[in-house]
T-cell receptor
Framework: EDQVTQSPEALRLQEGESSSLNCSYT??????LFWYRQDPGKGPEFLFT???AGEEKEKERLKATLTKKESFLHITAPKPEDSATYLC????????????FGKGITLSVRP | GAVVSQHPSRVICKSGTSVKIECRSL??????MFWYRQFPKQSLMLMAT?????????EQGVEKDKFLINHASLTLSTLTVTSAHPEDSSFYIC???????????????FGPGTRLLVL
């Protein structure tokens, strides 16, 4: 059974204090690993998809990396508007296989 | 990125009535859409996978006669909560799979969600 574990459960940062969010996964045949951002009362917003170990993607203050066992979402010099819940999900198997989500990491950035 | 819309964003209904929620992919065609339910401070729970032109596949424990799903076109899927009861109150989110990136590069985009309150 596919499993996704995110840590820490919650993270509080000072504005400008860089950090990383971890997503550990166990799947048979990774098809893709997804990062989403979710604000309260809204649907998840797509951030990145990573397909193979060693791949990295960046967007503004965010950088996602992938190994065979885990993915990191690095946040550089965060701002209060980066406060949200960050969800990691994996897709394994065939093209129409479902996503398996972690429980999410709630990030709070204080001004 | 691709856009997925949901309508309505919020609905209040009386117990025993049915409610329909629409999910549309606005700038891409989606042969596969998904319906999720999310409880406060919890992650997304997949309810069913909706495939255009065929019957939906429901997750274990989800009543297919209560949560009717129709995916009649490549841009529209609907979820109907039949005979709604207070315990059906929740945040319902749809998503659509975009294949425009090529084989093996599909991405799943989410709608903004629908808040259902059953009185």
């Amino acid at each position: 059974e596919d499993q996704v574990t995110q840590s820490p459960e919650a993270l509080r940062l000072q504005e400008g204090e860089s950090s990383s969010l971890n997503c550990s996964y166990t799947v048979s045949g990774l098809r893709g690993l997804f990062w989403y951002r979710q604000d309260p009362g809204k649907g998840p917003e797509f951030l990145f998809t990573l397909y193979s170990a060693g791949e990295e993607k960046e967007k503004e203050r965010l950088k996602a990396t992938l190994t065979k066992k885990e993915s990191f979402l690095h946040i550089t010099a965060p701002k209060p508007e980066d406060s949200a819940t960050y969800l990691c999900a994996v897709q394994a198997g065939g093209a129409n296989s479902k996503l398996t989500f972690g429980k999410g990491i709630t990030l709070s950035v204080r001004p | 990125g691709a856009v997925v819309s949901q309508h309505p964003s919020r609905v209040i209904c009386k117990s025993g009535t049915s409610v329909k929620i629409e999910c549309r992919s606005l700038d891409f065609q989606a042969t596969t859409m998904f319906w999720y339910r999310q409880f406060p401070k919890q992650s997304l729970m997949l309810m069913a996978t909706s495939n255009e032109g065929s019957k939906a596949t429901y997750e274990q424990g989800v009543e297919k006669d209560k949560f009717l799903i129709n995916h009649a076109s490549l841009t529209l899927s609907t979820l109907t909560v039949t005979s709604a009861h207070p315990e059906d109150s929740s945040f319902y989110i749809c998503s659509a799979r975009d294949w425009s990136g090529g084989a093996g590069k599909e991405t799943q985009y989410f709608g903004p969600g629908t808040r259902l309150l059953v009185l």
